[in-house]
């Protein structure tokens, strides 16, 4: 069965730190990887997503950036953080055909001070 | 724009109650999706409903589909407090999207 990791499930980070958030999917092959922000009490903002290894299209113009090294990694990426930046991220994958349900990882949720 | 909107924004009821949730949207779709959110967790897919069904069932769950109107609506018969959660509609756009979006949802309370 396909399973989803992410981590760190919490992290605390003063303004202007770098940021990386890791997601990797198990089970399965070439799926669609999205990465998503919420903030709290809201719905899900689409930051990112792939298709394939290299590929990823960004749809908020932001100082985040994403990057796929491997079929089944995603990474969420920042040089400096801004205050702005704090919420719940949320990774996800759907099969490639299909395209149809998307399956999401349990979260990590950022607070930049 | 916001693709689908969730009606109401809160909903608080007693266990044993019907709770039933809307979505709204603007454009074409192949399909619609309702997803389910704890607290602090990630989104869990509950149903799909394509843009050809009228309705369909899924243990306590009932989903509707209007296309002429473009609305769907989430039934939750028989709530239990377990069922406090916020719930989430989602849709692909016609035409081989793979990008969904996702409404602000609808956070659902269910007091034992």
């Known amino acids: 069965s396909q399973t989803i990791h992410q981590w760190p499930a919490t992290l605390v980070q003063p303004v202007g730190s770098p940021l990386s958030l890791e997601c990797t999917v198990e089970g399965t092959s070439n799926p669609n990887l999205y990465w998503y922000r919420q903030a709290a009490g809201r719905g899900l903002q689409l930051l990112f997503y792939?298709?394939?290894?290299?590929?990823i299209s960004s749809e908020v113009p932001q100082n985040l950036s994403a990057s796929r090294p491997q079929d089944r990694q995603f990474i969420l990426s920042s040089k400096k953080l801004l205050l702005s930046d704090s919420g719940f991220y949320l990774c996800?994958?759907?099969?490639?055909?299909?395209?149809?349900?998307?399956?999401f990882g349990p979260g990590t949720r950022l607070l930049v001070l | 724009s916001q693709q689908g909107e969730e009606d109401p924004q809160a909903l608080s009821i007693q266990e044993g109650e019907n709770a039933t949730m809307n979505c709204s949207y603007k454009t074409s779709i192949n399909n619609l999706q309702w997803y389910r959110q704890n607290s602090g967790r990630g989104l869990v897919h509950l149903i799909l409903?394509?843009?050809?069904?009228r309705e369909k069932h899924s243990g306590r769950l009932r989903v509707t589909l209007d296309t002429s109107k473009k609305s769907s609506s989430l039934l939750i018969t028989a709530s239990r407090a377990a069922d406090t959660a916020s719930y989430f509609c989602a849709t692909y756009r016609s035409g081989g999207s793979y990008i969904p979006t996702f409404g602000r949802g609808t956070s659902l309370i269910v007091h034992p």
């Open positions: 409903i394509r843009s050809n069904e």
């Open positions: 792939s298709v394939g290894i290299g590929q």
């Open positions: 996800a994958w759907s099969p490639a055909l299909t395209q149809e349900t998307q399956y």
